[in-house]
Protein backbone atom coordinates (compact mmCIF):
# COMPACT_ATOMS: atom_id res chain seq x y z
CA UNK A 1 0.00 0.00 0.00
CA UNK A 2 1.20 3.46 -1.20
CA UNK A 3 0.38 6.17 1.83
CA UNK A 4 0.63 9.98 0.94
CA UNK A 5 0.86 12.40 3.97
CA UNK A 6 0.60 16.26 3.56
CA UNK A 7 1.63 18.60 6.38
CA UNK A 8 4.52 17.78 7.97
CA UNK A 9 4.45 20.00 11.07
CA UNK A 10 4.35 19.48 14.53
CA UNK A 11 1.90 16.44 14.62
CA UNK A 12 2.27 15.45 11.18
CA UNK A 13 5.94 15.46 11.30
CA UNK A 14 5.43 12.57 13.40
CA UNK A 15 2.67 10.49 12.40
CA UNK A 16 4.28 10.43 9.39
CA UNK A 17 7.86 9.70 11.18
CA UNK A 18 5.53 6.34 12.52
CA UNK A 19 5.04 5.67 9.12
CA UNK A 20 8.12 5.41 7.41
CA UNK A 21 9.62 4.04 10.74
CA UNK A 22 7.14 0.91 10.68
CA UNK A 23 8.43 0.34 7.05
CA UNK A 24 5.65 2.16 5.02
CA UNK A 25 5.82 3.06 1.50
CA UNK A 26 5.60 6.61 2.31
CA UNK A 27 5.08 9.74 -0.41
CA UNK A 28 5.16 13.12 1.97
CA UNK A 29 3.87 16.68 1.00
CA UNK A 30 4.31 19.85 2.49
CA UNK A 31 4.88 23.83 1.68
CA UNK A 32 8.29 23.80 3.65
CA UNK A 33 10.64 22.39 1.26
CA UNK A 34 12.46 21.54 4.56
CA UNK A 35 9.97 19.43 6.46
CA UNK A 36 9.99 17.40 3.01
CA UNK A 37 13.93 17.23 2.60
CA UNK A 38 14.03 15.71 6.42
CA UNK A 39 11.54 13.33 5.54
CA UNK A 40 13.37 11.84 2.09
CA UNK A 41 16.35 11.64 3.93
CA UNK A 42 15.07 9.20 6.29
CA UNK A 43 13.81 7.48 3.30
CA UNK A 44 9.87 8.55 2.43
CA UNK A 45 9.56 10.21 -1.54
CA UNK A 46 8.60 13.35 -2.32
CA UNK A 47 5.15 13.93 -3.31
CA UNK A 48 5.59 16.87 -4.87
CA UNK A 49 2.13 18.11 -5.12
CA UNK A 50 -1.65 17.05 -3.51
CA UNK A 51 -2.49 15.91 -6.77
CA UNK A 52 0.33 13.81 -7.58
CA UNK A 53 -0.13 12.30 -4.03
CA UNK A 54 -3.51 11.06 -5.12
CA UNK A 55 -2.60 10.18 -8.56
CA UNK A 56 -0.20 7.65 -7.10
CA UNK A 57 -1.44 6.53 -3.33
CA UNK A 58 -3.89 4.14 -2.37
CA UNK A 59 -4.94 6.22 0.97
CA UNK A 60 -3.93 10.09 1.30
CA UNK A 61 -4.03 11.32 4.77
CA UNK A 62 -3.70 15.09 5.26
CA UNK A 63 -2.88 17.10 8.92
CA UNK A 64 -3.65 20.70 8.37
CA UNK A 65 -3.66 23.72 10.66
CA UNK A 66 -7.19 24.45 9.06
CA UNK A 67 -10.51 24.05 7.20
CA UNK A 68 -9.80 25.89 4.81
CA UNK A 69 -6.25 24.22 4.04
CA UNK A 70 -7.88 20.65 3.86
CA UNK A 71 -10.37 22.19 1.52
CA UNK A 72 -8.11 23.87 -0.52
CA UNK A 73 -5.61 20.91 -1.09
CA UNK A 74 -8.62 18.39 -1.73
CA UNK A 75 -9.75 20.35 -4.23
CA UNK A 76 -6.24 19.73 -6.02
CA UNK A 77 -6.56 16.13 -5.30
CA UNK A 78 -10.41 15.40 -6.60
CA UNK A 79 -9.77 14.80 -10.18
CA UNK A 80 -7.99 12.03 -9.34
CA UNK A 81 -9.95 10.21 -6.56
CA UNK A 82 -11.82 7.31 -7.39
CA UNK A 83 -12.43 3.71 -6.65
CA UNK A 84 -10.18 2.45 -3.85
CA UNK A 85 -8.77 5.57 -2.98
CA UNK A 86 -8.56 6.92 0.63
CA UNK A 87 -8.65 10.12 2.39
CA UNK A 88 -8.12 10.36 6.00
CA UNK A 89 -8.41 14.11 7.59
CA UNK A 90 -6.34 14.04 10.67
CA UNK A 91 -6.42 17.25 10.94
CA UNK A 92 -9.06 18.78 13.97
CA UNK A 93 -11.28 20.57 11.94
CA UNK A 94 -15.07 21.20 11.61
CA UNK A 95 -17.16 18.38 11.40
CA UNK A 96 -19.77 19.96 9.17
CA UNK A 97 -17.06 20.82 6.50
CA UNK A 98 -15.41 17.21 6.85
CA UNK A 99 -18.27 16.08 6.13
CA UNK A 100 -19.23 18.13 3.18
CA UNK A 101 -15.44 17.47 1.51
CA UNK A 102 -15.67 13.25 2.58
CA UNK A 103 -19.18 13.18 0.48
CA UNK A 104 -17.01 14.56 -2.94
CA UNK A 105 -14.31 12.33 -2.34
CA UNK A 106 -17.14 9.15 -1.28
CA UNK A 107 -19.38 10.20 -4.80
CA UNK A 108 -16.29 10.11 -6.68
CA UNK A 109 -16.10 6.28 -5.63
CA UNK A 110 -12.97 6.69 -2.70
CA UNK A 111 -13.73 6.42 0.63
CA UNK A 112 -13.23 9.09 3.45
CA UNK A 113 -12.40 9.04 7.31
CA UNK A 114 -11.68 12.01 9.91
CA UNK A 115 -9.12 10.49 11.59
CA UNK A 116 -7.97 13.00 14.20
CA UNK A 117 -5.38 12.30 16.98
CA UNK A 118 -5.21 13.06 21.02
CA UNK A 119 -2.58 13.04 23.30
CA UNK A 120 -0.24 15.48 22.99
CA UNK A 121 3.49 15.54 20.52
CA UNK A 122 5.39 13.96 22.35
CA UNK A 123 2.65 10.40 22.17
CA UNK A 124 2.59 10.99 18.64
CA UNK A 125 6.18 10.93 18.28
CA UNK A 126 6.44 7.28 19.69
CA UNK A 127 3.09 6.06 18.01
CA UNK A 128 1.56 6.58 21.35
CA UNK A 129 -0.74 8.82 21.10
CA UNK A 130 -5.14 8.41 20.72
CA UNK A 131 -6.81 8.16 17.51
CA UNK A 132 -10.59 8.69 16.69
CA UNK A 133 -12.02 7.66 13.34
CA UNK A 134 -15.68 8.01 11.95
CA UNK A 135 -16.03 6.15 8.84
CA UNK A 136 -18.09 3.43 7.72
CA UNK A 137 -16.70 -0.01 9.16
CA UNK A 138 -15.49 -1.75 6.14
CA UNK A 139 -13.13 1.60 5.60
CA UNK A 140 -12.72 1.30 9.18
CA UNK A 141 -11.23 -2.51 8.68
CA UNK A 142 -9.05 -1.20 5.75
CA UNK A 143 -7.18 1.79 7.62
CA UNK A 144 -6.82 0.01 10.71
CA UNK A 145 -3.60 -1.23 10.00
CA UNK A 146 -1.94 1.95 9.34
CA UNK A 147 -4.33 3.73 12.34
CA UNK A 148 -2.35 0.99 14.48
CA UNK A 149 1.27 2.07 13.46
CA UNK A 150 0.71 6.17 14.29
CA UNK A 151 -1.59 5.37 17.33
CA UNK A 152 -1.54 2.82 20.37
CA UNK A 153 -5.30 3.76 21.07
CA UNK A 154 -7.98 3.84 18.37
CA UNK A 155 -11.41 4.05 18.38
CA UNK A 156 -14.26 3.58 16.02
CA UNK A 157 -16.64 6.61 16.73
CA UNK A 158 -19.48 6.20 14.17
CA UNK A 159 -20.12 7.84 10.88
CA UNK A 160 -17.68 10.57 9.10
CA UNK A 161 -17.72 13.59 10.99
CA UNK A 162 -17.91 11.86 14.64
CA UNK A 163 -14.87 11.56 15.06
CA UNK A 164 -14.11 15.81 14.88
CA UNK A 165 -17.34 16.13 17.20
CA UNK A 166 -15.28 14.26 19.98
CA UNK A 167 -12.27 15.80 18.95
CA UNK A 168 -13.48 19.03 19.50
CA UNK A 169 -14.77 18.83 22.77
CA UNK A 170 -11.26 16.61 24.16
CA UNK A 171 -9.61 19.67 23.14
CA UNK A 172 -12.12 22.19 25.11
CA UNK A 173 -11.57 19.92 28.17
CA UNK A 174 -7.84 20.23 28.26
CA UNK A 175 -8.48 23.85 27.86
CA UNK A 176 -10.53 24.16 30.42
CA UNK A 177 -8.27 22.29 32.69
CA UNK A 178 -4.90 24.25 31.53
CA UNK A 179 -6.95 27.25 33.29
CA UNK A 180 -7.88 25.64 35.97
CA UNK A 181 -4.12 24.15 36.62
CA UNK A 182 -3.30 28.15 36.07
CA UNK A 183 -5.52 29.21 38.73
CA UNK A 184 -4.90 26.37 41.09
CA UNK A 185 -1.30 26.97 41.17
CA UNK A 186 -1.32 30.43 41.19
CA UNK A 187 -3.40 30.51 44.21
CA UNK A 188 -1.49 27.82 45.92
CA UNK A 189 1.68 30.14 45.19
CA UNK A 190 -0.06 32.93 46.56
CA UNK A 191 -1.04 30.91 49.59
CA UNK A 192 2.65 29.82 50.82
CA UNK A 193 2.60 26.77 49.34
CA UNK A 194 5.97 24.81 47.56
CA UNK A 195 4.63 24.58 43.99
CA UNK A 196 6.84 21.23 43.82
CA UNK A 197 4.62 19.74 46.64
CA UNK A 198 1.38 21.40 44.76
CA UNK A 199 2.32 19.51 41.73
CA UNK A 200 2.57 16.16 43.31
CA UNK A 201 -0.53 17.08 45.84
CA UNK A 202 -2.29 17.26 42.22
CA UNK A 203 -0.79 14.66 40.35
CA UNK A 204 -2.04 11.88 43.19
CA UNK A 205 -5.49 13.64 43.97
CA UNK A 206 -9.15 13.70 42.43
CA UNK A 207 -7.93 17.05 40.63
CA UNK A 208 -5.40 15.27 38.48
CA UNK A 209 -5.73 15.50 35.19
CA UNK A 210 -3.91 14.38 31.62
CA UNK A 211 -3.30 18.29 30.95
CA UNK A 212 -1.74 18.55 34.56
CA UNK A 213 0.22 15.61 34.44
CA UNK A 214 2.10 16.71 31.00
CA UNK A 215 1.76 20.59 30.88
CA UNK A 216 1.66 21.62 34.41
CA UNK A 217 5.57 20.75 33.97
CA UNK A 218 6.31 22.39 31.45
CA UNK A 219 4.70 25.45 33.38
CA UNK A 220 6.66 25.35 36.42
CA UNK A 221 10.07 24.78 34.31
CA UNK A 222 9.75 28.17 32.51
CA UNK A 223 9.22 26.25 29.35
CA UNK A 224 5.85 26.75 28.59
CA UNK A 225 6.61 25.31 25.24
CA UNK A 226 3.89 22.36 24.55
CA UNK A 227 4.27 22.42 20.31
CA UNK A 228 0.93 24.10 20.32
CA UNK A 229 0.06 27.67 20.21
CA UNK A 230 -2.83 29.73 21.12
CA UNK A 231 -4.37 30.49 17.39
CA UNK A 232 -4.73 26.48 17.58
CA UNK A 233 -6.39 26.34 20.53
CA UNK A 234 -8.47 29.36 19.33
CA UNK A 235 -9.70 27.59 16.65
CA UNK A 236 -10.54 24.76 18.28
CA UNK A 237 -12.37 25.89 21.37
CA UNK A 238 -14.64 28.22 18.76
CA UNK A 239 -15.00 24.71 17.09
CA UNK A 240 -16.73 23.76 20.04
CA UNK A 241 -18.78 26.73 20.76
CA UNK A 242 -20.09 26.68 17.16
CA UNK A 243 -21.00 23.01 17.89
CA UNK A 244 -23.06 24.49 21.30
CA UNK A 245 -24.24 26.91 18.89
CA UNK A 246 -25.98 24.57 16.55
CA UNK A 247 -27.73 22.73 19.14
CA UNK A 248 -29.00 25.35 21.49
CA UNK A 249 -26.87 24.46 24.50
CA UNK A 250 -26.78 27.28 26.56
CA UNK A 251 -22.61 27.17 28.09
CA UNK A 252 -21.11 29.30 30.47
CA UNK A 253 -17.98 28.19 30.84
CA UNK A 254 -16.78 28.03 27.29
CA UNK A 255 -17.51 32.01 26.40
CA UNK A 256 -15.15 32.83 29.34
CA UNK A 257 -12.66 30.35 27.73
CA UNK A 258 -12.81 31.84 24.47
CA UNK A 259 -12.51 35.20 26.45
CA UNK A 260 -9.65 34.46 28.23
CA UNK A 261 -7.05 32.72 25.80
CA UNK A 262 -8.27 36.22 23.69
CA UNK A 263 -7.01 38.38 26.21
CA UNK A 264 -4.00 35.65 26.12
CA UNK A 265 -3.54 36.23 22.46
CA UNK A 266 -3.50 40.43 22.83
CA UNK A 267 -0.95 39.82 25.45
CA UNK A 268 1.67 37.55 23.81
CA UNK A 269 0.97 37.21 20.89
CA UNK A 270 -1.56 35.46 18.20
CA UNK A 271 0.55 32.41 18.03
CA UNK A 272 2.12 32.39 21.56
CA UNK A 273 2.29 28.89 22.93
CA UNK A 274 -0.67 28.06 24.88
CA UNK A 275 0.84 27.26 27.82
CA UNK A 276 1.91 30.83 28.50
CA UNK A 277 -1.83 31.04 29.56
CA UNK A 278 -0.57 31.27 33.00
CA UNK A 279 1.50 34.48 32.53
CA UNK A 280 -2.10 36.63 32.65
CA UNK A 281 -2.10 35.56 36.56
CA UNK A 282 2.31 36.11 36.94
CA UNK A 283 1.25 39.57 35.40
CA UNK A 284 -1.82 40.37 37.68
CA UNK A 285 -0.20 38.53 40.75
CA UNK A 286 3.65 39.43 40.67
CA UNK A 287 3.99 35.86 40.98
CA UNK A 288 6.39 32.75 39.79
CA UNK A 289 4.64 30.40 38.58
CA UNK A 290 8.03 28.55 38.84
CA UNK A 291 9.88 25.33 40.64
CA UNK A 292 12.94 23.12 40.10
CA UNK A 293 13.38 19.84 38.69
CA UNK A 294 10.82 20.37 35.87
CA UNK A 295 11.79 19.16 32.66
CA UNK A 296 11.90 21.76 29.35
CA UNK A 297 10.17 19.89 26.68
CA UNK A 298 7.83 16.53 27.26
CA UNK A 299 9.02 13.54 26.14
CA UNK A 300 7.14 9.76 25.91
CA UNK A 301 9.26 6.98 27.81
CA UNK A 302 6.86 4.64 26.71
CA UNK A 303 8.51 1.44 24.21
CA UNK A 304 6.58 1.93 21.06
CA UNK A 305 4.07 -0.97 20.64
CA UNK A 306 1.77 -1.53 17.85
CA UNK A 307 -1.70 -0.08 18.92
CA UNK A 308 -5.50 -1.70 19.17
CA UNK A 309 -8.74 -1.19 18.91
CA UNK A 310 -10.85 0.52 21.56
CA UNK A 311 -14.38 -0.89 21.82
CA UNK A 312 -16.83 1.95 22.93
CA UNK A 313 -18.88 -1.23 24.68
CA UNK A 314 -17.65 -4.57 25.82
CA UNK A 315 -19.26 -7.64 23.88
Known sequence: MKVGFIGLGNVGGKLSGSLLRNGIDL??????????????????????????????????????PSPSASAAVLDEMMPHVGTGKIWMEMSTTDAGEVERLGRLVIDAGGAAVDCPVSGGCHRADTGNISIFAGCDRATFDRILPLLTIMGRRVL???DLGSASVLKVMTNYLATVNLISVCEAMTVMKA?????????????????????HETESQLILSGSRDVNFTMDLVQKDIGLFQKLADQFNVPLEVSPLIIDIMSDGQKRYGERAQSDRIIERLEDATGLSILADGFPQELVDDEPEERGYEVRARSS
Open 191 to 211: AGMDLATTFRAISMSSGTSFV
Open 27 to 64: YVHDLNDEFVAGKVAKGAKDGMSPAALMQVCDVVITCL
Open 156 to 158: HTG
